[in-house]
């Protein structure tokens, strides 16, 4: 069947309201929970409170670990407004955030998806049915996006990965917009350049290095495994089994395989470094490797990232005169400690899983689209070779490294909703049962908008109040149990969201070792509050676990509750009536307040 062309306007204005239904109701019916969110929300408040735009702060102290994009979002929004940056200004930055990565995605697939080249040659038809065939992919890429399951979580929940999705899809397409101009033109897209140049900085100041990483893969990778099409197999064979045998060396001499799970995600880890080293090979051949150069010449695969690096430099020379250059090096060697993880042996089995149904039907779709790649073979466009190494070299390099976290696949999101996207169209351009599938496809997209609104609009706070601690904050201030805020503290855990909902510092106490290592956020012993007790004779308040921490169950001390180690110290004990739950540990412990004093001895 003939594919029609689609009309933009339509599908964009469709695209824009079914993500206002998905992303945008109830904004803040369900308060902070997640640990990322409520801290995005805690450093912006904080930073609007002392008019700091270039360094982020929580309780006072430099918080560098990650760039301050999320931070200016807020309080932008918050300032167009006139208000205190609250929950309504993080969850509206990520909504919008979401949005403007469905709708950069529909935009740039309509133009890398175009086959074979973009070229207009003597038949007219053959031109427009290619360009209606873009159209739809690119439609049903964008609706898929749109309708993901780890993708609509990134647009409601406050994380700051999923502002890095529009940067990193723009900049994508601009470098295939120049690579484009190259091959037809023979000439050099300096507008396109310049877009990709500014969308990379802003993936940078939005989270560093991985978003600059995945522009580079999806585009330049792209350029590669189009260009190397050609190589001889036998090349292919020894460049591939040798990439397959030094990583497989890798991991064995690191000695950390200690499962099942781990021996197969390390086998998956390998498969997508031999299929990257087969589908590269070719590069090797002298006349292709001219021809991938000057592609490359002409889209700046080292002018792109100068820039975005600059970005990110400037900001940090400018935090430097602020705090000190041992401060921003210490901060940029505990985000590295953190984040950067290399050759974790689980990484790739978690990073795949999430793949699988991330994406919702694109993930489906996806899955199906690689059955499809390898059976029917179809011709290897420009886009289609940009998807791949999307998909291919992206979940190969978190995969490699970093600590296989669902989230940090967030830019990969696009590339995979375009891969589903492509044998959607070719499904249903082809497919005899093209007309079942259609309104299957639609039906499944439309239950999941429907259902993912529902669940974040109104399920999440009947089913899982008792994980914010907005109220349980609320009653525990009121007037008549006479708690002060500066004598208020949590035992052995600590979460922004009390901060937060508090509007002050909370003090951090720990039965044994540190809670939290954060700037600004440290811990006390619990010895040292009961001594000052004995000393002032005052009372204090304390947020505890109702029972005991579950790693400590095994420990003959720790494994006591916290009120029964408190009264093994001296301390007299009062449970405060708080009627509302407030649950942590996922929902498994409750939290209750107690007032606590020093016993004096008979």
């Not at 930073?47 to 990650?66: D, F």
């Not at 497989?248 to 998956?268: K, P, Y």
């Not at 959607?424 to 609104?453: C, K, M, N, Y």
Request: aromatic letters at 8%.
């Amino acid at each position: 069947m003939r594919l029609q062309p689609r009309p933009i306007r339509r599908d964009l204005i469709a695209l824009t309201a079914l993500c206002a239904i998905v992303y945008a109701l109830g904004l803040t019916t369900h308060g902070l929970t997640n640990w990322q969110e409520a801290q995005r929300a805690l450093v912006a408040r904080e930073m609007q409170a002392t008019n700091a735009w270039i360094v982020p702060t929580v309780r006072g102290e430099p918080y560098l670990s990650k760039p301050p994009m999320i931070y200016w979002a807020q309080r932008t929004i918050a300032a167009a407004t006139g208000r205190e940056v609250g929950v309504f200004d993080l969850r509206l930055t990520v909504a919008l955030a979401g949005w403007l990565g469905v709708i950069a995605t529909y935009l740039v697939a309509r133009l890398i998806l175009f086959a074979p080249d973009g070229t207009k040659g003597d038949d007219d038809d053959s031109h427009e049915s290619a360009d209606a065939f873009a159209h739809h992919a690119a439609w049903w890429s964008a609706l898929c996006l749109a309708t993901g399951i780890l993708y609509t979580r990134s647009s409601r929940i406050g994380e700051l990965d999923i502002l890095l999705v529009p940067f990193t899809v723009v900049a994508i397409g601009a470098i295939a917009a120049a690579w484009r101009s190259h091959r037809i033109r023979n000439r050099q897209h300096i507008p396109a350049m310049l877009i990709a140049c500014a969308a990379a900085a802003g993936a940078t100041l939005t989270k560093g290095p991985p978003g600059l990483l995945v522009i580079m893969l999806a585009a330049f990778g792209g350029i590669t495994i189009y260009e190397a099409r050609h190589g001889t197999r036998p090349l292919r064979v020894i460049i591939t089994s040798t990439a397959a045998f030094a990583l497989a060396t890798t991991f064995i001499v690191r000695g950390n395989i200690d499962s099942t799970t781990e021996i197969i995600s390390i086998t998956l880890a390998i498969t997508l470094a031999a299929l990257a080293a087969w589908m590269c090979a070719g590069l090797f051949s002298l006349r292709t490797f001219i021809s991938w150069f000057r592609a490359l010449s002409r889209t700046h695969p080292v002018g792109v990232p100068i820039v975005a690096s600059g970005a990110i430099w400037l900001w940090g020379k400018a935090v430097e005169r602020s705090i000190g250059s041992d401060a921003v090096g210490a901060a940029a060697a505990r985000e590295a400690a953190d984040n950067l993880r290399i050759f974790v042996p689980d990484s790739a089995l978690n990073n795949i899983e999430a793949a699988s149904y991330g994406v919702g039907i694109g993930s489906i779709a996806a899955i199906i689209a690689l059955i499809w790649l390898i059976k029917d073979r179809p011709k290897l466009t420009p886009g289609l070779a940009v998807v791949i190494a999307w998909v291919l070299l992206g979940v190969l390099a978190f995969s490699l490294l970093g600590k296989g976290v669902p989230r940090y696949l967030t830019p990969i999101w696009p590339g995979i909703a375009l891969l589903g996207g492509l044998w959607i169209a070719s499904a249903l351009r082809d497919l005899p049962i093209r007309a079942t599938l259609h309104r299957v496809l639609t039906i499944a997209a439309l239950a999941l908008a429907i259902g993912q609104a529902a669940w974040y609009a109104i399920g999440r706070e009947r089913l899982y109040a008792d994980r914010v601690p907005r109220i349980f904050l609320a009653e525990l201030l009121r007037p008549e149990l006479n708690v002060d805020l500066d004598r208020l503290g949590v035992l052995d855990y600590w979460s922004p969201a009390l901060d937060f909902y508090a509007r002050e510092p909370i003090e951090l106490y720990a039965a044994a070792g540190p809670v939290a290592s954060l700037p600004g956020v440290t811990d006390t012993p619990i010895a040292a509050l009961a001594g000052e007790l004995r000393r002032t004779g005052e009372t204090y308040t304390l947020l505890v676990r109702e029972t005991a921490h579950p790693d400590n169950a095994t420990n003959a001390d720790l494994g006591r509750s916290p009120i029964d180690r408190l009264a093994l110290m001296g301390l007299g004990i009062e449970t405060l009536p708080i009627q509302t739950e407030y649950r942590i540990d996922n929902r498994r412990t409750r939290v209750i307040a107690v007032r606590v004093w020093a016993v004096k001895p008979d």
